[in-house]
């Protein structure tokens, strides 16, 4: 069993959309999740940072941590076009490597 | 631009041929990490050095080797390249070797082994 798990997709989402995305890990140690966006051939770039359980929002995306069930979603309001990217999960705690998640495709619904 | 830098951009090469992937972090970042990621693949994180010294390995083939320089600047070598070692290489760089760590990643090298 991988250490963060997250479903590769795609999801085909329309314009205007709410999308979900999520991950779940298996560490309970894990204190730590980050959320990256990758263009297509581009490195990924950091969108979300949150520490432990809660909610963070920024502008249309919000990621949320629920620790009691190992669960780490991001959602995406009113999505855009430029949304088209695929989203990587990742976790770690203390001085442990960053664990990713295997990245969900998101693509726009034609 | 991210602040890290990565060269070659592209690069095209023969099976077992050997090349050199150069990475200069991000000002100020002491730790340079470097990731493989193939076609439709997830990050596979291959090695870290922070401030010179080697700082975490991860699945990384013994054809595969790295350094960090006194400049903090770091090489990725690659030798007798196969065509499964086609990929992506990203570096990405981090203020601290350890604890909570943002990265930030580079525009990647494209590698195609022919």
Known sequence: QKEVEQDPGPLSVPEGAIVSLNCTYSNSAFQYFMWYRQYSRKGPELLMYTYSSGNKEDGRFTAQV???????????RDS????????????????????WGAGTKLIKKP | DSGVTQTPKHLITATGQRVTLRCSPRSGDLSVYWYQQSLDQGLQFL??????????????LERFSAQQFPDLH???????????????????????????NVLTFGAGSRLTVL
């Open chain 2, 47 to 60: 090695i870290q050095y922070y401030n010179g010294e080697e700082r975490a390995k991860g699945n990384i």
């Open chain 1, 66 to 76: 629920d620790k009691s069930s190992k669960y780490i979603s991001l959602f995406i």
């Open chain 2, 74 to 100: 770091s090489e990725l070598n690659l030798s007798s390249l196969e065509l499964g070692d086609s990929a992506l290489y990203f570096c990405a760089s981090s203020v601290r070797g350890q604890g909570a």
């Open chain 1, 80 to 99: 855009q076009p430029s949304d088209s990217a695929t989203y990587l999960c990742a976790a770690f705690y203390s001085n442990y490597q960053l664990i």
